[in-house]
């Protein structure tokens, strides 16, 4: 996997102080996309052991929420195995710690992945300029979804995440 950054201290892309990874490789192409550097999945540099080890000692701090991964796209084929494992790891090291989600990809085609079961809230659907809003939180469109994941398991129903 590929990454452009890790940015510490983030209040835009979820509840409370986050941590954000900004991973290469997105198929979405979402027309006036704010980050489309981050479309080339051989752009960036690759995740280490040295980012996975600077991404936990921000998770570490106990004024941190969480994590939001984002890009790109966390789902693009390249980075799901190694997103989803970095999932795992930090569910059993940072218990407390939500996990937020960026993808282009709708709820329902990838609410069976296994990745779904590791993240807490999950910002789903492209960016569509012409839905373009300021007044949204977490999103930039609105036909974007924030989906509380476990509310929603729980129920069967979709259930959007409130602030």
């Not at 807490?120 to 930039?140: A, F, I, P």
Request: hydrophobic letters at 30%; a negative charge; one cysteine or more.
């Amino acid at each position: 996997m590929r990454f452009h950054n890790i940015t510490k201290d983030d209040m835009l892309n979820g509840d409370g102080l986050r941590v954000v990874l900004w991973v290469a490789g997105c198929s979405h192409r979402c027309r006036e996309c704010q980050n489309p550097v981050t479309w080339d999945p051989d752009g960036g540099i690759p995740f280490t052991e040295e980012s996975k080890r600077e991404l936990f000692a921000e998770l570490g701090k106990p004024y941190i929420s969480g994590v939001t991964f984002s890009g790109g796209d966390p789902l693009y084929r390249s980075n799901e195995p190694e997103i989803l494992e970095l999932a795992k790891e930090i569910r059993e090291k940072f218990p407390g710690k939500t996990i937020w989600l960026y993808t282009g990809s709708v709820w329902d085609e990838i609410k069976d992945h296994e990745i779904i079961g590791y993240v807490d809230v999950l910002v789903d659907g492209e960016y569509v300029k012409e839905l373009r809003s300021t007044q949204l939180y977490w999103r930039g469109s609105s036909n974007q979804r924030v989906i509380d994941v476990k509310k929603t398991l729980e129920s069967g129903t979709l259930s959007l995440h409130c602030s």
